[in-house]
């Protein structure tokens, strides 16, 4: 079992955190304040490759492995998890599905734009009624013969106002429940197509959240992704890469805050020494190194198995639902160790707390994680053959 990375690996992860740290970092508190959208970043990881990473050469992608983009992921979150997310939406809900899944012709029309930044995407799945209950979709696609006709509405959508691509999930079939639900590829400045206003959120306040609205939307019948009837199964392949990505931020959420509250605990003095000789931080620091190393392990072994072909779903699960409670009691733990300053903003750990708490919510909460896992539990498919 070797844990090693790749020399490869290690550049892609030593790229990424000298972006986060010498691009991201300076106005990342400003951002957060003003929920400013980070385009100079989010141009910069486009640069880098991070926009399109497990995306095909041949389609302008950097033909990267899920551990490269989980590394990148991680060290991008340790700084600035509003950055992450629309790094995370759009490798892992939509350049992944759209090359998978979509004709060919779909994926050489609209992969090179998005593997590269040159336009953002979106994935479009939750409903004012329709969150963790996926089946119970409201928008609608109408079969028109040649296109379909698509109206309803969308809700907490990422990257919704600056995305040029969408991929919808709708109901064409009520009758046929969750058989008649559908993906499509729709474009953002096509006629009928209108977002709400940016979400004022408690955390990643700088990324993009938005409600999409689509009012007799012409959708052309070639942009449907796979057969008629395979949206659900798409958006479930989709969330299970999608929690990979997740996991990587939530695990990065929490190594940042490990990080500023280790450093701190150097320069803090108290009674004489500093704070971490104190055995009630040491041992709080030595519980967050723990547990955040099982955490890696995880997302590591979950985007693993992804690059081996294997079942991840899940490990995937497992990971998110892990990492992501990681994250909030690292953050948590992380204040209290500085103190007063710890709650306020110029010290950044506030910050990450914030961010911490969406990695539990978005692309399956932990319910829903544990739902899936119980699920296997009870079927005795817990342990999945990894060799």
């Known amino acids: 079992m070797d844990f090693s990375l790749s020399e490869e690996q290690l550049m892609i992860q030593q790229a990424a955190r000298e972006f986060a740290q010498n691009d991201l970092k300076p106005g990342v ?23 399109g990473m497990m995306v095909d050469t041949k389609y302008g992608g950097s033909g990267m492995d899920t551990i490269s983009y989980t590394l990148a992921m991680e060290e ?58 996926a089946t119970s979709q409201r928008t609608t696609a109408e079969d ?67 409600s999409v609205m689509f009012a007799d ?25 999608g929690r990979i990505g997740i996991a990587a931020q939530a695990l990065g959420i929490a190594g940042g805050a490990y990080e500023l509250a280790t450093a701190y605990s150097h320069e803090r003095a ?12 040491a041992f709080k620091l030595a519980d967050m190194a723990t547990e955040i190393e099982a955490a890696k392990m995880m997302v590591y072994r979950s985007a693993w198995l992804k690059d081996q072909g294997k079942p991840y779903s899940q490990a995937a699960a497992m990971a998110k639902v892990y990492a992501s409670e990681v994250a909030m009691k690292t953050t948590v733990e992380a204040v209290q160790v500085h103190g007063g300053y710890g709650y306020v903003k110029e010290y950044h750990v506030e910050r990450l707390m914030r961010d911490a708490k969406i990695t539990q919510i978005y ?18 498919d817990l342990y999945l053959p990894i060799d």
């Not at 939307?217 to 890469?241: C, Q, S």
Request: proline fraction near 3%; glycine fraction near 10%; include cysteine.
């Open 217 to 241: 939307v012409k959708v052309p019948k070639e942009n449907r992704i796979g057969p008629d009837g395979f949206g659900f199964k798409y958006a479930m392949w989709t969330l299970d890469g």
């Open 270 to 281: 108290a009674f004489g020494k500093p704070i971490n000789r104190h055995q009630a931080v």
């Open 29 to 51: 508190i400003q951002r957060d304040t003003d929920m400013s959208y980070p385009t100079e970043g989010v141009q910069k990881m486009s640069e880098l490759g991070f926009m």
């Open 144 to 210: 028109k013969g040649d296109y379909y006709l698509l109206n309803g509405t969308k809700n907490w959508i990422t990257n919704g106002k600056k995305a040029g691509i969408y991929v919808v999930i709708a109901q064409t079939d009520i009758e046929k429940g969750h058989k008649g639900i559908n993906a499509f590829i729709v474009e953002a400045d096509w006629e009928g197509v209108s977002t709400g206003i940016k979400e004022d959120k408690l955390g990643i306040r700088s990324s993009d959240t938005s």
């Open 76 to 133: 991008i979150s340790k700084v600035d998890a509003s950055c992450s997310v629309i790094m995370s939406v759009n490798n892992s809900l939509v350049c992944a599905g759209i090359e998978k899944y979509a004709s060919e012709e779909n994926k050489q029309k609209y992969l090179p734009d998005l593997a590269t930044g040159a336009k953002i995407g979106a994935f479009c799945l939750s409903e004012p009624e329709a969150g963790s209950d």
């Open 363 to 380: 692309e399956g909460t932990s319910e829903i994680q544990r739902l899936v896992i119980s699920r296997n539990v009870i079927n005795g």
